[in-house]
């Protein structure tokens, strides 16, 4: 399951490197990765709806073009579709975003320190952590939202950035090749780092300022 992800994120972006539409989807997801990033606990549940969304459209997209050939028009519509149909599932089923949310966030942790440690871990492995992480978005809710949006908000600063310095989104070893991996370029390692300070740069901003005393999308407590 994790590599197939890791083989959508890698086709999908290479498809934008280069193309018209690549500079609007970095500014895009420069400036939604900032707000994310710092305000994500206040905003959670648009938070959920554009994340919902983008899945979604990915998920759809991908399927659209993948098993039925679809060409560009096609893709787009499906992935319209398939958007704003991930977007009303999420928000609606506010608790099924949450144990998502925490879900990916233990997949994710997991992944990062299989690679960083140069192991290899069992697909149960990763089940489990996405078990593990999906009931802690539920029971500790706040810890949980936080982090996973500064994480996912620093993730979309870092494309944006990447793509305006470099010309092409990017697509690290360790994202691109989830399963079987062994070791972790020097590239790849600092974008972690890079990743890793700004989600915690996040992280104090919500629970300092932008998440104090509030509940996710309902404003001041």
Same mark, same amino acid.
């Given at each position: 399951?994790?590599?197939?992800?890791?083989?959508?994120?890698?086709?999908?972006?290479?498809?934008?490197?280069?193309?018209?539409?690549?500079?609007?989807?970095?500014?895009?997801?420069?400036?939604?990765?900032?707000?994310?990033?710092?305000?994500?606990?206040?905003? !959670?549940?648009?938070? #959920?709806?554009?994340? %919902?969304?983008? $899945? =979604?459209?990915? @998920?759809?997209?991908? /399927?659209? +073009? &993948?098993?039925?050939?679809?060409?560009?028009?096609?893709?787009?519509?499906?992935?319209?579709?398939?958007?704003?149909?991930?977007?009303?599932?999420?928000?609606?089923? !506010?608790?099924?975003? #949450?144990?998502?949310? %925490?879900?990916? $966030? =233990?997949?994710? @942790?997991?992944?990062? /320190?299989? +690679? &960083?440690?140069?192991?290899?871990?069992?697909?149960?492995?990763?089940?489990?952590?996405?078990?593990?992480?999906?009931?802690?978005?539920?029971?500790?809710?706040?810890?949980?939202?936080?982090?996973?949006?500064?994480?996912?908000?620093?993730? =979309?600063?870092? @494309?944006?950035?990447?793509?305006?310095?470099?010309?092409?989104?990017?697509?690290?070893?360790?994202?691109?090749?989830?399963?079987?991996?062994?070791?972790?370029?020097?590239?790849?390692?600092?974008?972690?780092?890079?990743?890793?300070?700004?989600?915690?740069?996040?992280?104090?901003?919500?629970?300092?300022?932008?998440?104090?005393?509030?509940?996710?999308?309902?404003?001041?407590?």
């Amino acid at each position: 399951m994790s590599a197939a992800v890791g083989f959508v994120y890698q086709d999908y972006f290479a498809q934008l490197s280069g193309g018209e539409v690549a500079g609007l989807a970095a500014f895009i997801l420069l400036v939604s990765g900032a707000v994310f990033c710092f305000t994500g606990y206040r905003i !959670f549940k648009i938070a #959920l709806g554009v994340l %919902g969304f983008f $899945l =979604g459209a990915l @998920l759809a997209g991908t /399927i659209a +073009q &993948t098993f039925f050939g679809a060409g560009e028009t096609a893709v787009i519509i499906a992935g319209a579709i398939g958007g704003a149909a991930g977007a009303v599932l999420m928000v609606v089923f !506010f608790f099924a975003g #949450l144990f998502f949310t %925490g879900a990916t $966030l =233990g997949v994710v @942790l997991t992944l990062m /320190i299989s +690679q &960083t440690l140069s192991v290899s871990f069992q697909p149960f492995v990763l089940l489990l952590s996405a078990v593990v992480g999906g009931v802690a978005g539920i029971l500790a809710q706040r810890v949980i939202i936080v982090i996973a949006t500064s994480l996912a908000g620093s993730w =979309g600063i870092l @494309l944006g950035i990447y793509y305006f310095l470099a010309g092409s989104f990017v697509r690290p070893g360790w994202l691109r090749n989830f399963a079987g991996a062994k070791s972790i370029s020097k590239e790849s390692l600092a974008l972690m780092f890079c990743w890793v300070l700004m989600g915690l740069a996040g992280v104090f901003v919500q629970y300092k300022f932008t998440g104090k005393n509030v509940k996710p999308g309902k404003g001041e407590e």
